[in-house]
């Protein structure tokens, strides 16, 4: 007998999430696979905004630059998808990108273009790498138990281009935006 999802499930999950008809590991990872699609698509939308929404030059050019990356990780996910015959992907919005991005929008329209918004783009877009690294470290563990070997190859790299996208956030709040956000603060 099929178990029905809670009431409190029915009413915050949207029903593309309630009604997922995931039955193996396989299914599982076209699922998350198609749901980081989603995410990368969105991502690469929001970080030109993101990138003019900075006073910091150096902030702004890693938006750039990591929407470049950010583009080659579409790629790649369309390499697995024609490395191996029985992944399809689905078509589906990933809701927790959409939350991020929607964030990061509300600290571009709550502040005014300076070292505090600077700060507090790099806090959402930390988010949103965090959330990537653990989508692609989800994504390699399951592509190596399926034997996907290819499908694991790119999906390390990704997950090596987030994790130093996570670190260079790191470096320019430390080195230099949160001192001038702390600054303009006093």
């Known amino acids: 007998m099929k178990q029905s999802a809670s009431p409190l499930a029915r009413s915050i999950l949207p029903r593309r999430i309630r009604f997922m008809n995931i039955k193996t590991v396989e299914d599982l990872f076209i699922h998350l696979l198609s749901d980081t699609y989603s995410a990368e698509k969105q991502l690469t939308k929001a970080l030109s905004k993101l990138a003019r929404a900075t006073s910091n030059e150096k902030l702004s ?59 507090a783009l790099i806090a959402a877009a930390q988010k949103v790498e965090h959330y ?22 790119l999906l390390k790299e990704t997950l090596d281009e987030e994790k130093q996208t996570d670190l260079k956030l790191t470096d320019l709040a430390v080195s230099n935006v949160n001192k001038s956000a702390e600054r303009k603060s006093k």
């Open 61 to 119: 050019q890693a938006f750039q630059s990591h929407l470049e990356e950010t583009q080659g990780q579409i790629e790649r996910i369309d390499q697995i998808v024609e490395s191996e015959s029985d992944i399809k992907l689905k078509r589906m919005k990933c809701v927790a990108m959409e939350g991020l991005i929607e964030e990061a929008n509300e600290v571009i329209e709550s502040t005014e273009k300076n070292e505090v918004r600077d700060a």
């Open 132 to 153: 990537e690294i653990a989508s692609y470290g989800t994504l390699a563990t399951l592509a190596e138990q399926l034997g996907y070997s290819k499908a694991l190859k």
